[in-house]
């Protein structure tokens, strides 16, 4: 071998060398019997010792025997055979005893002479690729079972758009195996329907030529021959060179939400043609607060065009006339951030320029998020509720008017109110007759221009010549009355005027007719529309017709009523209430002046015997005539009055000096001697009078007519006949008096009271549902004491307290037991007069209630009497006390009602039950119209005030039957029973 030969191989083999020693790869040498003979550094490493140490040893020195023997085994393999001999074997490292993979491959190596010298072996380290190869494996074993058992199908195709793979739903939907389906191509019919073939073979081309994934939707023929939609994703499949190398597709089964879809696109359709047509205003903002949508009701009442709508602000489109648009905006910014729900009353006119009332609704819409992503306004036209509304309080304000007292004038101001509040462009006048039923007169025209108040004066209308101003001569006719265009009638030059400052185009008008059918008046009402009235507008002019005539009776009625409040209803001379007032007013009077005043309290002897030899009738005459004769003996300036009964009382301003006074009373005397011509009846009577002069005897009102009425006792006492001036040496009456305030003291210790009861009968059952408590003294020396003597002592003397209570226990105690004895639900009441005083100046109300709690009494059985006079106060205190015992269940019943205070007013601020009718306007119902017109109207008036009836001194069949025709609930009098003691009460009412 030449030296550059030998150099040569010297350099390959370093180079050899140096390559061996670089490579990851572990290389060893062995011979024929195991020992090794070189290796590289990595294989030192792999063993962890140095080659030197490593040539002459065997795998036993530095593997344990089992591994050992194992790679000995494998070494004689390979040196049996001429070929690499390929392997993976675990060997733990001895640099970090982990074991690893390793792939080993062994060759026979040879000497110069063809003879095996040894073996060759390279190991590489497979571990990490290995473990990666298992998850890749894994991976494709997951993705398989994922594919396989999608529901969903799922098909690859190849770059010339043949099917190579399809998944088990694949198969299911087309109804043949994978076998059947793989090498197709799209064009095949059986698997698209005609619209899909060419659409798939694009889509296929385009995701292989640009490596972009694409999407579409596609129907499917199902083996059963049912189309389906479907979602598809194509997804390139790429090479190692980033080429796309096929196509996976992936179909989802949309057909379900694609029926949804039009089924929800439907629903929109419906129910955006359901809000475009809804006569509900309907509106959407968005969170900027830009109207994003207004249906056709809004557009047509604002007349804005959608186009123009969309262009403009709030501000450019609002007509609201309570509320600004500013305000609208920061309410509609307020449930944007809040979510809070907003109502709103709104005043807009429409197009036209008429009102509307909208009741508007602000709700938020909301996403998915929960956020508020814009606002819905509704609004609801209200316009007719809400002038139904204000023509329902018009009408309410009448009654409360009516019931409140007002004017006639106001009242009846009201009802044209009431009437114009139907609707717009309207305007009512009523006009009432003169006292002379002449002329009409205007009461009420709110709403009318002063030019046409002063051009109709009283002389509206002259019945003489039927000169008409305002087209009322129909209505005057009791008819109603209809122009439908007054333009064209034949009266409109008289009231041109007026007509077209209101812009009246008709005119409608209704008579006023009172329940007796007297013509009262008329209702007239023009118009700015000319047609004629609904069945509505007739109703209203009807209902304002009504309205008018009850207000009308009724005011009569007050005045009648009053009238008869302050006069005696038999003899017209004032009552009991107009003489104390006149009386106030000329003590005030000779105060001022210091003059005197003398009172004459005159009771008319022998007047009961009249009454019970010759009867009532006649009676009443004598009472009449003995009036006229009083009258005749004073000056026309004097006060004479009738308290009551057979006594009466006058007043002599500036009376002067006694001797006057005598002539006076001397006068009335003789008159009342002369007898009385009745037919061919004749009367006797005379008069006791007693005198008493301000400020000699007393210095207030109530003193002097008790000084009076002392002096009128001790005339009476002295014989009658004759008069008496009030002295001191009456104060021995006053120490009797006090006697009998002594023995009453003592009375109910003693046993001495009773309690008697008299029934209450109901006229339309004829049953005892009701009783009156009465009380009466025994006097142990004096026998029976009038209750109108004692009773005034007990109030004087306070004593009226105790004896009050006591009356109470025993008539609650009654009624209690009557109610056990009864079979029935009706509840059986007894009435109990409560003393004013124990109201005034105690706490009657609280004791009677704490008592009926303590004795288990139920309320209901009892009524509380009261008199007109404890509601002459008009005390808050009082109506406390009458609310309180109301609240605990006793009603509340005023007695003597027309005797004295009597008053509507009353009836209206105080909470009464029943309405006790005196026994004064039942003696003469028989035989005096005017008694049972007085009587008719108490009972009216009271229904309608919600009260019922008690009538008290029935004594005949036909008083009973007159009160009954005139709705009275209650009758009690001799007719039925007098008063009685418990025992022959209970007897009585349980029959």
């Known amino acids: ?565 302050s006069y005696d209803a038999l003899t017209a001379l004032p009552n009991r209430r107009l003489f104390n007032n006149r009386l106030r007013m000329e003590i005030l009077r000779a105060e001022r002046s210091g003059t005197q005043i003398a009172i004459l309290f005159i009771d008319l002897d022998h007047f009961k015997e009249v009454n019970d030899t010759l009867g009532h009738e006649i009676g009443d005459k004598l009472l009449i005539d003995a009036a006229k004769r009083i009258q005749h003996c004073v000056r026309e300036s004097d006060t004479v009055a009738r308290l009551g009964g057979d006594e009466f009382v006058v007043i002599l301003p500036e009376a002067g000096q006694v001797p006057p006074l005598e002539r006076v009373a001397g006068a009335i005397i003789s008159t009342m001697v002369k007898p009385f011509y009745f037919g061919e009846y004749t009367a006797y009577i005379s008069a006791s009078v007693g005198i008493a002069v301000y400020p000699q005897d007393a210095n207030n009102a109530e003193t002097l007519m008790s000084c009076a009425d002392q002096a009128m006792y001790f005339a009476k006492e002295s014989g009658r006949n004759n008069f008496n001036f009030f002295t001191r040496s009456m104060q021995e009456h006053a120490h009797q008096r006090l006697q009998l305030i002594n023995c009453l003291r003592t009375a109910i210790e003693n046993n001495e009271l009773e309690v008697h009861y008299q029934p209450i009968v109901d006229v339309e059952t004829g049953r005892v549902f009701k009783a009156e408590a009465l009380l009466r003294w025994k006097h142990p020396l004096l026998g029976m004491v009038s209750p109108a003597i004692f009773i005034p002592l007990a109030e004087e003397s306070n004593l009226i307290h105790e004896i009050g209570t006591w009356v109470f226990q025993r008539a609650a105690e009654t009624a209690k037991h009557w109610n056990l004895l009864t079979d029935d639900d009706r509840s059986r009441k007894i009435s109990i007069n409560m003393s004013p005083r124990q109201l005034i100046r105690g706490n009657g109300e609280q004791i009677a209630i704490d008592y009926l709690l303590e004795a288990e009494i139920n309320p209901d059985y009892i009524v509380i009497e009261i008199t007109e006079g404890l509601l002459l106060d008009d005390s808050p205190t009082i109506m406390e006390q009458l609310d309180r015992l109301q609240a605990a269940g006793i009603e509340i019943s005023l007695d003597d009602f027309g005797t004295g205070y009597s008053a509507i007013a009353y009836l209206k601020k105080f909470n009464i039950d029943y309405l006790k009718i005196d026994r004064s306007f039942v003696i003469d119902l028989e035989t005096d119209e005017n008694d049972r017109a007085i009587t008719e109207a108490i009972v009216v008036m009271a229904h309608r005030l919600g009260l019922k009836i008690i009538v008290e001194g029935v004594e005949t069949r036909g008083q009973r039957d007159l009160l009954a025709a005139a709705g009275c609930e209650y009758i009690q009098g001799y007719f039925y029973a007098k008063p009685m003691p418990i025992d022959a009460f209970l007897s009585f009412a349980l029959q």
């Open 1 to 565: 071998m030449s030296a550059s030969s030998s150099w040569n191989s010297s350099l390959r083999f370093d180079l050899l060398l140096n390559i061996l020693q670089a490579i990851p790869d572990y290389v060893w040498l062995k011979d024929k019997q195991g020992c090794y003979l070189a290796c590289n550094h990595a294989f030192e490493r792999f063993l962890d010792a140095k080659e030197c140490d490593i040539i002459g040893k065997t795998d036993y020195d530095f593997l344990n025997s089992e591994l050992a023997e194992h790679f000995r085994q494998k070494d004689s393999a390979a040196m049996a055979v001429r070929d690499v001999v390929i392997s993976e074997e675990w060997v733990t490292r001895k640099e970090n005893h982990c074991p690893v993979l390793l792939e080993i491959r062994r060759i026979q190596l040879f000497d110069a002479d063809g003879k095996i010298l040894g073996i060759l072996g390279v190991g590489r380290d497979i571990t990490e690729r290995k473990q990666m190869e298992e998850i890749v494996h894994q991976r494709e074993q997951e993705f398989r079972v994922l594919v396989e058992t999608s529901p969903s199908p799922i098909s690859r195709y190849d770059k010339e758009g043949r099917l190579i793979y399809v998944n088990p739903a694949v198969e299911k939907m087309m109804g043949r195996t994978a076998a059947e389906l793989l090498e197709y191509i799209p064009s095949d019919g059986s698997i698209l329907n005609k619209y899909g073939e060419e659409e798939l073979k694009q889509i296929l081309r385009r995701v292989l030529e640009t490596g972009q994934a694409a999407e579409n939707e596609v129907d499917y023929i199902f083996a059963d021959g049912e189309i389906h939609n479907f979602h598809n994703r194509y997804a390139p499949e790429l090479d190692a060179d980033g080429n796309p190398r096929s196509v996976v597709l992936v179909a989802n089964d949309i057909t379900e939400r694609k029926q949804a879809e039009n089924l929800l696109f439907q629903r929109e359709q419906e129910f955006r043609t359901l809000v475009d047509n809804l006569p509900t205003i309907v509106l959407r903002y968005n969170c900027d607060l830009k109207c994003i949508y207004a249906n056709h009701a809004y557009l047509q009442m604002t007349g804005i065009t959608a186009t123009e709508f969309f262009n403009l602000s709030i501000a450019e489109t609002w007509r609201c006339t309570n509320m600004s648009a500013e305000e609208c905006l920061a309410i509609l910014a307020n449930v944007v951030q809040t979510g809070d729900n907003a109502e709103l009353i709104l005043e807009c006119p429409n197009a036209q320029g008429k009102l509307l009332y909208l009741e508007v609704k602000i709700v938020p819409e909301y996403d998915i998020d929960g956020r508020v992503q814009s606002v819905l306004v509704l609004g609801f036209d209200s316009t007719e509720h809400h002038r139904q509304q204000i023509v329902e309080n018009n009408r309410q304000l009448v009654f409360e008017k009516m019931a409140h007292n007002n004017s006639l004038e106001t009242i009846l101001a009201q009802v044209a109110l009431y009437v114009e509040s139907s609707n717009t462009g309207r305007y009512c006048a009523i006009l009432l007759f003169d006292e002379t039923h002449s002329f009409l007169q205007i009461v009420a025209a709110p709403s009318f221009p002063s030019s046409y108040l002063a051009k109709h004066d009283i002389s509206i209308l002259e019945l003489q010549n039927n000169r008409c101003y305002g087209w009322l001569s129909s209505a005057l006719a009791r008819e109603h009355m209809i122009i439908e265009d007054v333009r064209t009638h034949s009266c409109y030059g008289l009231c041109a005027s007026f007509i077209q400052e209101i812009g009246a185009v008709a005119s409608w008008a209704e008579p006023i007719i009172s329940a007796s059918g007297q013509l009262l008046g008329v209702v007239v009402m023009y118009l700015n529309q000319a047609g004629a009235p609904n069945e509505t507008d007739s109703a209203l002019l009807l209902q304002a017709s009504h309205l008018s005539a009850i207000a009308i009776e009724r005011r009569r009625i007050e005045q009648q009523m009053s009238y008869q409040a």
